[in-house]
């Protein structure tokens, strides 16, 4: 017989053993946010798990997601590196959100003795030792390792400015403007509103192919705000690609915002950085290693951040996430971080799924205001070595569908990987509201005069301003005035014009210029593909050629030294300008030169009876041009473009034929030039801008139609010339030059204790120039040749290189106020030579990251 308290024992037991089993094969599921107790801010990479089974990791907005079907997990711990370990009770077979605030560990009692502390080295140190692993992997865990690779990539850029949000709303400048600034983003920087600006989204398959190598990217849709007239679209792509390149974490060195900076994965990582190992989780079965890494010195463009490394054999990265340290020396940059998530994929390889990198830019670090850009890329649909059709990798490396421009609302809806939010959806009609504004034309008219120097009236662009007004010794005072047609009055005829008076010399001035463009675009953007033609009655100095800048700009009026060696010049030239979307461009030019001297120069030469003067010379030549710039990328102006230079060379090779009796042509001869340019990146140590040309010419001529090399008589700065050289000193029929400029991005002054505060950085460089004139060419031994220049005392001005080469040697100090360069320059060779500087001070301003 059971008695009633068995029967009671039974019953329980009866209950626990079903309840058991109804909570074994429910699931139980708890998902929340974890933050910081005090800031409230979101924690990333925090360790979420049941004791003694498998865990997750906080994303980077603090958010997580864990579930497990062992009735035995009651209990959920959350731990971070610095913080307290919390546990939280949890139901069993539910699904439940649990929001939890981490509060900061209290720092251990410290006993201070006599003894040192402990340095940090990298010998017997368990977190250099798992780094070098991940390095020494690192090859086979990039994507190169792979025979084959298709994926399809989701790419968004997005430009927003931020300030705090009442401060936006209250500002007086924006009330016209008020629709923009109540479209705003407040979640994704603390205390901080973003009101996007810019939005592009980008979305292709890719297809990798080992050997032979070929990377192929089909654009199926590419979206983006259309800023207006005024702001080269285009121009804002190519600068944002160079600047938020795509990051490839394996990289020994990863290119941000036009440096080179040294990764943490990477064979001189141990040298530069501290490793930490902080915890360990695991995940889908894998074991996975938390490594925190910061730079030896807090000053050095180097980053801070953690990683999970997976401990699968691999050695890949699970997850990175960093930043560039508080008080790195780096320009205009308030914060820069960077994310990647990895995925594993079917081939037991761990893929990247997302990659995003955000910038904050502000005048300084205390600013109210700046501007926000970021480039999120996410990756889906992997297959590994299946190889695609070999039409799929045929022709150009990148095909752009017809209908990509147009491709629909609905497209993107149903394509995009992420959703766009409510804020950016928004941002592409603000935009588009905005440049209808007639106040935000004219601002944005006012500021293209101000940057570039034109006003807009109509159809016609007047200026450049800086040219209105400047000053020599041949012509005294200069007054210009001119101006060029815009798109608005043709998309293929082009005109440009000015004239311009010397109130010493007493002399009009004038140029006219008219263009055909073949592929309707502007003359002045890429791709060229222009004819023009055009005649120029002008003063000009022998020598100089200059970029980006007009020769009478007023800057440029103040020199040092002797500057009365002028020419005044009738110049014809036809030139038809071709590129090509590999960055080959091609120039075929003819060009009737009458050049006659002026200033302190006279043309003369011996004849039967003595002395003679020649009053003019003319030159009649045919010439064509090659220039290649693989992967060049530019920042496009109204009427120029600038290069932003990576570490891809630029070759240009050219040849002139002079014809004799065409069109009055005075002279046989032909030239050869061969100039290249190469950026070399040195990681850590900065980098250097080498530019090697050579040059040989034909012919007999006289020395104004030699090589006159290129000088620098002002008290700035140039690169393209020998700062310390005489305008026509040196003469050549052939030559060869080295330019060296090596940026050291403050390697040794970051260490400096006193010094580093100011984030000053340290550049030098070197010029040399060798070259000679032969015997036919030299009034030395031909006696049919011009005589060289002389000053008042008669002493010869203009010489040869023959003896020996031409040198200068330049230290610096740059980015003094974030863009002004300062150096000292010394002149090494021909001190004997008259009226020659041996030493300078010379200034230049340049803005830089």
Known sequence: MISLFDSKKSLTLFLVLTCSFLCAQAQTVVKGIVRDAQTHAPLAFVSVYFKGSKG?????????????????????????????????????????????????????????????????????NPAVELIRKVVDNRERNRMSALD?????????????????????????????????????????LEGKALIPVYIEETLSDKYYRKSPSKEKTYVLGKKKVNLGEFVDNDGITRYLNSMYTPIDIYEPNLTLLSNQLLSPISDLAPTFYRFYLRDTVEMDGIKL??????????????????MYITLDGNYAVQKIQMGLTKHANLNWTRELRIKQD???????????????????????KKASGGLVGERTVSYKNYIINQPAPDSVYEGRSEIIAESTASASDSFWTANRHTALSETEQKAYTNMDSLKNMKSY?????????????????????????????????????????GGRTTPKFSKRLYFETYAAYGFKDERVKYFLSGAYSFNKKSIYTFPYNFLRVSFQHDTKIPGQELQFVQEDNFLLSFKRGDNNKWL?????????????????????????????????????????????????????????????APREQFYQGKTYRIPIFNKYPIFRLRYISGIKGLVNGDYNYQQVTANIFKRFYFSQFGYAD???????????????????????????????????????EFVSDHYVSVSTDYYFNGFIFNKLPLIRKLKLREV??????????????????????????????GKTTTFSLASKPYMEANVGIGNIFKILRVDLVKRLSYLENPDVPKWAIRARARFEF
Not at 598 to 622: C, H, N, P, R, W
Request: charged share 25%.
């Open 56 to 124: 997750v990791v906080s994303g980077e907005d603090g958010s997580y997601s864990i579930s497990t079907t062992n009735p035995k997990n009651t209990t959920l711990e959350f731990s971070f590196n610095g913080y307290k370990v919390l546990r939280k009770k949890i139901e069993v077979g539910t699904t439940q959100d649990l929001d939890v605030n981490l509060e900061v560990a209290e720092m251990a009692s410290v006993t201070v003795n006599s003894r040192k502390r402990t340095k940090y080295r990298n010998k017997d």
């Open 148 to 188: 084959y690779v298709q994926y399809q990539q989701y790419e968004k850029m997005e430009l927003s400015l931020t300030n705090k949000p009442e401060k936006l709303m209250n500002n007086r400048l924006l009330k016209n403007y008020k629709f923009l600034v109540e479209n705003q983003d407040t979640t994704r």
């Open 289 to 306: 290693v938390q490594l925190t890494f910061a730079p030896r010195n807090p000053q050095d463009l180097l980053f801070r951040g953690s």
């Open 342 to 364: 990895f995925e594993r994929g079917a081939d037991g390889r761990y893929h990247v799924i997302m990659s995003d990198m955000l910038a904050e830019f502000a005048l300084s």
């Open 441 to 481: 034309r004219r601002l944005m008219d006012w500021a293209t005069f101000l940057l570039a120097g034109y006003k807009s009236a109509g159809p016609f662009d007047i200026g450049p301003v800086n040219a209105f007004y400047s000053f020599n010794p041949v012509e005294g005072f200069r007054l210009r005035f």
């Open 568 to 628: 005044y010049n009738d110049i014809f030239t036809t030139e038809y300008v071709r590129e090509f979307g590999k960055n080959i461009s091609y120039t075929f030019g003819f060009k009737n030169w009458r050049q006659q001297a002026a200033g302190s120069i006279v043309y003369q030469k011996f004849d039967g009876a003595g002395v003679s003067t020649i009053q003019d010379i003319t030159t009649t030549e045919l010439s064509a041009e090659l220039r290649w």
């Open 690 to 728: 080498v530019v090697t040309e050579g040059g040989y010419i034909f012919g007999q001529l006289p020395y104004p139609l030699l090589t006159i090399h290129r000088a620098n008589q002002t008290y700035a700065y140039q690169l393209n010339s020998f700062n310390m050289m005489n305008f026509m």
């Open 764 to 793: 030098a460089g070197f010029k040399m120039a060798y070259g000679g004139i032969r015997r036919e060419n030299d009034p030395a031994y031909n006696k049919e040749a011009f005589l060289f220049p002389t000053d008042e005392a």
